[in-house]
């Protein structure tokens, strides 16, 4: 079973992510951020990842830190939870509509931290979630998982739907890309021979 369980202590936050690539996509979440709990939820039930994450962040601020650390410890545990690579099919990618918001994601486990998000958001707060979080999230576990990620709203008129489509678009994306790919066993999926 690939698994990982990683702890992030700072004087801002503490989290903790539990994670399993091989699951049921069965989620136990508490961030104190409902609406990241609610995008996670989409990445864990999409991509069929066993998921829990608690964490304890300085919110009486704002929920910068925490969705930021979230993204970070998360891509930590990713990264842990996929070993060596060895005999993935590295590549992974997922069109998810939700009514009129359509959302493309294209994910590559490829050893490098790379994101381009291309997110035209038609409102600043879903709520109380500055939209403007959900880049911070991504630049955070792209940057520790060490993934390629691109993330691309092509259409959507309300916010809600729009990051509800990139969300559903990662999990789905990532499951195909940790999928093992019974053609390449034993193999790393790269011409270097490591990823």
Known sequence: MRTAEISRNTNETQVRVRLNLDGKGEAKLATGVPFLDHMLDQVARHGMIDLEVE??????IDAHHTVEDVGITLGQAL??????????????????????????????????????????????????FDVDLTHEFFQ????????????????????????????????????????????????????????
């Open 79 to 128: 990264a842990k939870a996929m070993g060596d690579k060895m005999g993935i099919r590295r590549y992974g990618h997922a069109y998810v509509p939700l009514d009129e918001a359509l959302s493309r994601v294209v994910v590559d486990f490829s050893g490098r931290p790379g994101l381009e998000f291309h997110v035209p958001f038609t409102r600043a707060m879903i709520g109380e």
């Open 55 to 60: 964490a304890k962040g300085d919110l009486h």
């Open 140 to 195: 955070g576990l792209v940057n520790h998982a060490l993934i390629t990620l691109h993330i691309d709203n092509l259409r959507g008129k309300n916010a809600h739907h729009q990051c509800e489509t990139v969300f559903k678009a990662f999990g789905r994306a990532l499951r195909m890309a940790a999928e093992p790919d019974p053609r390449a066993a034993g193999a790393v999926p790269s011409t270097k021979g490591t990823l």
